[in-house]
């Protein structure tokens, strides 16, 4: 039995050189077995194919262009003075239909020879497609412009314009997957309503653009599709143009517009998926149409409503199948090639629009690119290739019989037996052993995506049974909120589809509910949430549809919900985020190479001018991480300082990201700048560095904290950069830093990457955005106040430029190290406390209630990082190993080996420093006020006021 691939790859030793006179008596009989119909082309015109053969041996590749000189040649005549000239209509069709005669004969032979792989075979029979099509159009064309005139149309700007048709490859054509006697689906788009400009005193008359249009696509349907003696070149099917049969032929660029947005059905998604313009035609009307038909198949938000058409499709073709008994059909029936590409495609639909590498017309290709994102996995990609390869080597290896469009397994016991033998099995029986092993490992995942979707396990009652639980389960409060909900104005005002789809989402969400009451009976914390979750999301419909269509997981979300009402804030503010919550993945918490590769992979398909797009593949990538870290929180996977360093590795990855892509868009309009040595720097050694302070310096992020940033360079600010549009450094590095604030800090529908806090530069908000190195190093020696060396201590480099960051670890070192004079190091330190707290502490009638401030009241969190500060500030000069850390916890660790201090009070401030900041991240995740109960923390805070005492005062 043969191995999987040996259907698809070239044969090297028994077929290495097919020329016409190197074909023996074997080969002959392998193409007699496998097609009686070519092996009749061959016998009854052997010295027309054995030229044709001699000049197109089997074993080489048909290059595109090979195929346009041979439609040329085959579609020319004698003219009258013996000159080659165009032929006439009835010349056109019988070339045409003997080149592919002669084409189908050399594919077939290739196929059954093995010499030919899959993806060779429907590239070129595609190619073939394509050229005969553009041929065809520029021919009827020309004819119908001597008769009638070029058609015009009046564009916006009342300017003549002359119109044009695109036409439109569908399905398997507009996927260059094309198999061996396919039809072509097309549809036929021009851009306007007008007229011809003929003139009946040059002999051509005047009609309208759509009768024009019609009589074009007329045209070249009869050319292609009209069977006559010589057989036909492709069946046309228009059937899947707006409005199907019975409408007219070719549709107009603003009625296509208008019937995607008002008449446009979920199928029709799945067809236009694969839509490809075939012939060239002005960018601007290609254009145009892209952006009619690229919003309609691919949505902004993750879109499960693909699951719904999907099962309907199915539920249809089954249906039919039925009908006519046609339950050997590799194509349509269960596990068949149809079904891999359901699987495929409504993945497409799902998680095009927010992944661009998926909006890929191959079946095979997409099928990667799933895998890619893990929305297919190794095993599952794996079998679903080698079972669409198989049946697609199969579906030829049928449909080369009779040159016929089946898919249907023969039914004569000498057709099967030479099939058999020609896909290179013993027998018709191991053949169907292993045509049913791919179809298992296809029909897993088929009804696994399409069937167990739908019911949610462990069902006990019916849906409305569970509805009518739901209101003994509600508090009264609840259950007046659910009433206001159902009677309010949003509900009333929706649409009939959106209406729909939440009466199809609230049982599903009730079930949730009852089992969350069941389990922990908290469903009366929950609902309001939940309630405020679904209002966010109902006049975006399509999230109702993905609750809807993962039942399962929609039961895991309700505990989040009452867990969290950070959690159910970001998921009403940011709904989008509601498809990687409910598959779970965080489950799983990438670490920063995972991260990076995440976003690298979204940020591959960014076109280098679409701001847009990137600003939203940050912000998806970002909110979605963390959201992951925080269910991953609420669920007590992760002690606080592995969040910490979760949520800090996002912001890095972002800014790097960000610093990358911001460089090379100047460089790209300004070309480089010149370092401070004279040379012109690069992507690796850019010349520039973002530093981070505050908690992202401490490698101590929250889930709201802001980025505090500082930028520093080594590039030349006088000399030029080396572009076409040159400009100073000091104008490219302010540019930079100010790209880099846009990419991180505007505002869009799915918010900001990162709140931006740029006061710790140097000079603060009156000092440039962006200095030098040596700007920075004189600043912190000369001018920099104590509170900004203690910022200083929590300081580190992020990622840029790595001279840049080695200049800023040497500054940082030589500041941190400086000698002190003690006393008035604490005087500092104490008076800055002091003013915090008066301005950021409890006021002093909430410390008379008992209320504490987790992080400025004394014996905070800020108390534990003033004294780490201090230590370093006071005793690094003769401990320099102090200067290498920048977060506290590790601060602490190195007071104590240096013996600066007592291992025990640095343990103890560990501990108690510990013990707020998973404080306060708690209270993130509860959106709690930062004001606590002061006596539920006397304790740790008698501890660190004591501290405070013994060490600063």
């Known amino acids: 039995m043969p191995s999987e691939h040996s259907f698809n790859n070239p044969l090297t030793q028994d077929h290495s050189s097919l020329t016409a006179n190197q074909i023996t ?86 196929d059954a020879l093995g010499v030919i792989p899959l993806e060779q075979l429907t590239g070129e029979l595609s190619s073939f497609a394509d050229n005969c099509l553009i041929f065809v159009k520029e021919y009827a064309w020309e004819q119908l412009v001597a008769r009638y005139g070029r058609p015009t149309y009046i564009d916006e700007k009342g300017q003549l314009q002359y119109d044009d048709m695109a036409i439109f490859a569908m399905g398997k054509l507009g996927a260059q997957e094309l198999n061996l006697s396919s039809d072509i689906d097309l549809i036929f788009v021009h851009r306007a309503r007008g007229e011809t400009d003929g003139d009946k005193s040059k002999g051509t008359k005047c009609i309208d653009n759509k009768r024009f249009m019609i009589r074009l696509g007329q045209s070249i349907i009869k050319i292609l599709d009209t069977c006559t003696a010589e057989g036909f070149v492709f069946r046309v099917d228009m059937r899947l143009r707006p409005w199907g049969e019975g409408s007219d032929l070719a549709i107009h660029q603003p009625a296509l517009e208008k019937y995607f947005s008002a008449h446009g059905r979920a199928w029709e998604r799945f067809a236009w998926l694969k839509a ?20 309609f198949v691919f949505r902004y938000y993750v879109d499960y409503s693909a699951f719904a058409a999907l099962r309907e499709m199915k539920s249809l073709i089954q249906n039919q199948v039925a009908q006519r008994e046609d339950l050997d059909n590799i194509k349509l029936g269960a596990g068949g090639i149809r079904d891999i590409e359901f699987v495929v495609q409504a993945f497409q639909l799902i998680y095009g629009g927010r992944h661009p590498q998926l909006e890929v017309k191959s079946c095979l290709k997409a099928m990667q690119v799933l895998n890619e994102f893990d929305f297919i996995d190794d095993k599952t990609y794996e079998q679903l290739e080698e079972a669409y390869r198989f049946l697609r080597r199969v579906e030829h290896g049928i449909q080369a019989i009779h040159d016929q469009q089946t898919q249907r397994l023969p039914n004569s016991a000498e057709y099967q037996n030479n099939l058999a033998v020609t896909l290179g099995f013993e027998d018709w029986q191991s053949f169907l052993q ?42 009264e409060e609840n259950k007046a909120k659910l009433e206001q909900f159902w009677n309010s104005k949003m509900v009333a005002n929706l649409s009939e589809e959106a209406r729909g789809r939440l009466d199809d989402a609230y049982p599903v969400l009730v079930h949730a509910l ?29 999230y109702l549809v993905m609750l809807a269509e993962n039942p399962n997981a929609t039961v895991n979300l309700i505990p989040m919900l009452s867990a969290s009402p950070w959690i159910a804030g970001e998921l009403t503010r940011y709904p989008v985020l509601l498809d990687s919550f409910l598959q779970q993945r965080y489950r799983h918490l990438p670490d920063k190479e995972e991260l990076a590769d995440i976003l690298r992979q979204s940020l591959l398909r960014v076109e280098p001018d679409d701001e847009e797009m990137l600003l939203n593949v940050l912000r998806l990538f970002k909110n979605t991480q963390v959201l992951a870290v925080a269910a991953s929180d609420v669920l007590a996977e992760r002690p606080i300082m592995k969040v910490s360093d979760s949520l800090t590795d996002i912001a890095e990855v972002v800014l790097e990201f960000t610093l990358e892509r911001a460089f090379s868009e100047l460089v790209k309009r300004h070309g480089y700048p010149i370092n401070q040595q004279g040379e012109s720097v690069n992507e690796t050694n850019n010349g520039f560095a ?83 190195s040596r700007s920075f190093e004189r600043y912190q020696l000369e001018k920099a106040w104590v509170w900004e060396h203690q910022a200083l201590v929590r300081a580190r480099a992020i990622c840029g430029d790595k001279r840049v960051m080695s200049a800023f670890n040497h500054t940082r070192k030589q500041v941190l190290a400086r000698k002190r004079d003690i006393e008035d190091l604490k005087q500092n330190v104490i ?40 230590a370093v500030l006071a005793h690094a000069h003769d401990h320099p190993e102090l200067t290498k850390w920048s977060d506290n916890v590790r601060i602490f660790e190195s007071l104590a080996e240096a013996g600066v201090w007592e291992a025990e009070t640095c343990e103890g401030l560990t501990r108690a420093y510990l013990l707020l900041r998973a404080a306060m991240h708690q209270i993130a995740l509860a959106n709690e006020p930062i004001v606590v109960e002061s006596s539920h923390w006397d304790q740790t805070r008698e501890y660190v006021i004591s501290k405070w005492n013994e060490i600063v005062v």
């Open 25 to 110: 008596a074997e080969h002959i009989q392998k193409l007699k077995l496998a097609s009686p119909f070519a092996y009749q082309v061959w016998k009854s015109k052997p010295t027309i194919c054995q030229n044709f053969l001699t000049s197109y041996p089997l074993e080489e590749v048909l290059t595109r262009q090979q195929i346009c000189d041979l439609i040329d040649d085959y579609t020319l005549d004698d003219g009258l003075e013996g000159e080659l000239e165009r032929a006439d209509e009835a010349g056109v069709m019988k070339g045409l239909r003997r080149l592919r005669e002669l084409l189908m004969l050399r594919w077939i032979w290739q």
């Open 276 to 295: 490809r313009i075939i012939n060239e035609v002005d960018q601007d009307f290609a254009d145009d149409l892209e952006d009619i038909v690229r919003p």
């Open 434 to 475: 292993r045509l049913d092993e791919h179809r298992q490992n296809v029909n897993v995942p088929f009804d696994r995506m399409v069937t167990e979707r739908q019911i949610p396990k462990d069902v006990t009652v019916t849906s409305d049974t569970e509805v009518e639980s739901l209101d003994s389960v509600l508090n």
């Open 514 to 542: 009852l089992e969350h009451e069941k389990t922990q009976g908290l469903a009366n914390v929950a609902f309001p949430r939940l309630l405020d979750l679904i209002e966010a999301i109902c006049r975006r419909s399509i």
């Open 690 to 772: 973002i530093i981070g302070y505050g908690k992202l310096g401490g490698i101590e992020m929250s889930y709201t904290s802001d980025l505090d940033l500082v930028f520093i360079h080594q590039i030349n600010e006088q000399a030029m950069t080396t572009g076409a549009k040159p400009v100073s450094g000091m104008k490219f590095t302010a540019r930079l830093a100010q790209k880099l604030m846009t990419y991180l800090n505007t505002q869009t529908r799915d918010g900001r990457a990162y709140e931006i806090d740029m006061r710790l530069r140097p000079s603060g908000n009156a000092g440039m955005m962006v200095v030098s």
């Open 831 to 870: 008076e800055m406390r002091s003013k915090m707290k008066d301005h950021l502490g409890s006021n002093q009638q909430a410390q008379q209630e008992g209320k504490f401030h987790l992080k400025q009241d004394a014996g905070g969190i800020v108390d534990i990082e003033f004294m780490a500060q201090y």
